[in-house]
T-cell receptor, first 113, second 115 residues
Framework: DQQVKQNSPSLSVQEGRISILNCDYTNSMFDYFLWYKKYPAEGPTFLISISSIKDKNEDGRFTVFLNKSAKHLSLHIVPSQPGDSAVYFCAASVSNTGNQFYFGTGTSLTVIP | DGGITQSPKYLFRKEGQNVTLSCEQNLNHDAMYWYRQDPGQGLRLIYYSQIVNDFQKGDIAEGYSVSREKKESFPLTVTSAQKNPTAFYLC??????????????FGPGTRLTVT
């Protein structure tokens, strides 16, 4: 059963606008969340993370928001750039369970110049 | 230059043959992981190891085996018992220490095709 879901397989955004990628989870024990970016035929690269004690974390153009009551997190990219075009995965874990992460199915972002 | 290496990038095997995928890291990380990715699916955990000479099954361990004889190395063997071995395989590592920022660092992946 998929514990982390990304319901939008793809997203297209104009360059300079905001990209919003969404992720939902079902396990209320998850307390650490990450976003990864992946290009074809390469390994994912870490983007940004958030602990459940926070509801927002910002790093440059990337901001992750966490809504624990809704079991929902989102990644905002502002402004979007063509180089942001990639597949984005969210992942979640429970801190005391050996770093086992559960990944969503990914959202393919295309930023149109 | 620290990182994770996986070799080879592309691997072809005949059905019924075992094949071993290499994963090496020089990040001094305690924990290492193997995932597989199939089209339209997220990363699914095959095996993970938090320390040398110890490893645990992930969600889809059937048909796979691993060893962790050295901290730097975590090879994955895809056995003939794995029913659908063709996939993109990713190795990752992390500090493995709970309470710290422990994002996983991924290698470039190996695409295995079994015919």
């Amino acid at each position: 059963d998929q514990q982390v879901k990304q319901n939008s397989p793809s997203l297209s955004v104009q360059e300079g606008r905001i990209s919003i990628l969404n992720c939902d989870y079902t396990n209320s024990m998850f307390d650490y969340f990450l976003w990864y970016k992946k290009y074809p035929a390469e390994g994912p690269t870490f983007l940004i993370s958030i602990s459940s004690i926070k509801d927002k974390n910002e790093d440059g153009r990337f901001t992750v928001f966490l809504n624990k009551s809704a079991k929902h997190l989102s990644l905002h990219i502002v402004p979007s750039q063509p180089g942001d075009s990639a597949v984005y995965f969210c992942a979640a874990s429970v801190s005391n369970t050996g770093n086992q992460f559960y990944f969503g199915t990914g959202t393919s972002l295309t930023v149109i110049p | 230059d620290g990182g994770i290496t996986q070799s080879p990038k592309y691997l072809f095997r005949k059905e019924g043959q075992n094949v071993t995928l290499s994963c090496e890291q020089n990040l001094n990380h305690d924990a290492m992981y193997w995932y597989r990715q199939d089209p339209g699916q997220g990363l699914r955990l095959i095996y993970y190891s938090q320390i040398v000479n110890d490893f645990q099954k992930g969600d889809i361990a059937e048909g796979y085996s691993v060893s962790r004889e050295k901290k730097e190395s975590f090879p994955l063997t895809v056995t003939s018992a794995q029913k659908n071995p063709t996939a993109f395989y990713l190795c990752a590592s992390s500090t493995g220490i709970a309470g710290e920022s422990y994002e996983q660092y991924f290698g470039p992946g190996t695409r295995l095709t079994v015919t």
